[in-house]
Structure formats: structure tokens, C-alpha cells
């Protein structure tokens, strides 16, 4: 009598059957393993420090300029970081098929200032709060381009995650909603020594200039700083040190009609209502809907 704990050795036939039957199965698994490790590569499985989506495809992603996408993993505390800013950050940075091409990970946070940058983040951290952490996206055009780097391809798109430990205002910026213009006087919106030159926009000299006026649509070097009517700086050439050179014809309606009429070396305030400044979309991160803009405007030529 069999013995029924001894298994009993299968046919031959039996034995065909069975790897007829597990040799496409073992192929299936590799297949499906293969196929996971493809999508870790192309970045489909990776995620951010939270968990979320790390992906160039994220639908949370929010564009603040051709080329540069964010979304704001952690929202920090304080004032926001400005243009042109000395920055302390964690960063690691990925390409598109998942893989990290630099990173401070486990080492001491990096220092920089973010006129010495690519454009991504010249552009792409200004608005984030100290302890905040954001996702960047950002286009060849507004990274390396073509250029050749180590671990990055040219064209490449980059993504981003930056860990924002600290940021130091540039220079020469003013800041806050007491804040006084270059020659101390009333830098807010309710000056009284502000005139209203047409379709709301306001003006006020602080220092005449000499020379042959500024006519309608004519190429201009300045320097300016912009707020936001809460004090906030959303831009500024100060943060460079050099003036800016540009044709009238192409800026906002309230730069179009402020900035005519002024001599070289003259600086003037402009109060500028949102429709001659963003409108009802406004700019960016920095520059909300209906946003009242204030600047100091310094006509160098």
C-alpha cells in the first residue's frame, strides 16, 4: 500500500504539462517587472518628499512663466523671499526618466544668490517662505538648453524639489507697508502729494531731472522697484545693480502714460491701478488679480 504522506513522481507527460504551463507564467512576471522598472525610470512612480506626484505631468502644477511650473509641497512661514535674494536651500533635481542628476541630500543646505542662476529659479522661488518646500518644472529654454552639463543631456527639462532654509533681500530694496521712497517720503498708495494724470494713475516727482523729456513710445534705461500695495516687492532692477533698457511701446498702459514726460535723471513714483497695470489676471505668482502697483522709476537715459 502507497505510502500517503510520499508524493508520488509525476509522468513525463505531466512534467511537459506543468512547464507548458509556469514557463509562460515566469515569463508574464518578468515581463511585469520589467515594465515596473521602465516606469521607475520614466519617472512614472516617483514622488515628491510628501508623497505626491513628482512627475512633469502633475495637474497641480501652476505656471509662473513660459517655461517654469510650481506647486508648493509646504507653505513657509514670514516674508516671502524677493528677487534677486541671497538664498539657503535643500534641493535635489531630477530628469524627466526619474533620475537625480544633483542633489545636497545628507549634506550641509547650499548658499547662493539667485541672479547667479539658471532662469528656472531666478524665477521659480521668489514668493516661497522660509521652511517652505516647492516643486519646479522648468523647460530647457529656462534651464541649461543645449548646453553641455554633467549628468544633464542638452534640452533637458528639470524638475525640482527646494527646501527654502533662508532668504536674504537684495540691497537697495525697500520693503514693508510703511515703507518710504528713495528720498524717505510717502511711499504708499494714499500720498497726498500724488496727482492723478488720467484713467486713475497717479504720479508724484521725487526728483526732477534735466534734459530732453521722455516721448510717447521711445526706448528708455531705468531703474525701478515695483510693490504690490501691501508693501511686498515683486520686482526690481536694484537687485543687479544695473539698469534696465526697453521700449515703452511694448510695457503696461500705466508705464506707457507715467513714464513720458520725464527728464534723465529724474526718479517718479507711479501709483498704477490694475487696468493699466495686470488687469484681472494679474502676473505670476507675486502679482495677484486687481492688483494696485506701486513704483519708483529712476530715468537713467
Partial sequence: MADP????????????QMMRVLIPAVAIALVV?????????MGGGRKMADGSDGTVD??????????????DIKEGTGEPCLPGSK???????????GTVFDTNKNKRPVEFSLDGVVQGWTL???????????????????GYGNRIQPNIPPGSTLIFEVELIEAQP??????????????????????SGLKDIGDGLKMRDLKEGSGDPVNPGAEVTIHYTGWTADGKVFDSSRR???????????????????????????????????????GTQGSGADIPPNATLIFEVELVK
Fill in 5 to 16: 504522506k510520499k508524493p508520488v513522481p509525476a509522468s513525463e507527460p505531466d512534467r511537459k
Fill in 33 to 41: 517587472v520589467v515594465a515596473a522598472i521602465v516606469a521607475s525610470q
Fill in 58 to 71: 502633475d495637474p497641480n502644477l501652476k505656471e509662473i512663466t513660459a517655461g517654469v511650473k510650481m506647486r
Fill in 87 to 97: 538664498v539657503t536651500v535643500n534641493y535635489t533635481g531630477w530628469l524627466i526618466d
Fill in 124 to 142: 521659480g522661488i521668489p514668493g516661497m517662505k522660509p521652511g517652505g518646500i516647492r516643486k519646479l518644472v522648468i523647460s530647457p529654454e529656462k
Fill in 170 to 191: 537684495p540691497r537697495n530694496v525697500l520693503t514693508g507697508p510703511g515703507r518710504a521712497m528713495s528720498d524717505d517720503s510717502n511711499g504708499g498708495t494714499e500720498d
Fill in 240 to 278: 543687479t545693480g544695473k539698469p534696465t533698457t526697453f521700449g515703452l511701446a511694448g510695457l503696461i498702459p500705466g508705464w506707457q502714460k507715467g513714464i513720458p514726460g520725464m527728464k534723465p535723471g529724474g526718479i517718479r513714483k507711479l501709483v498704477i491701478p490694475a487696468a493699466l497695470g495686470y
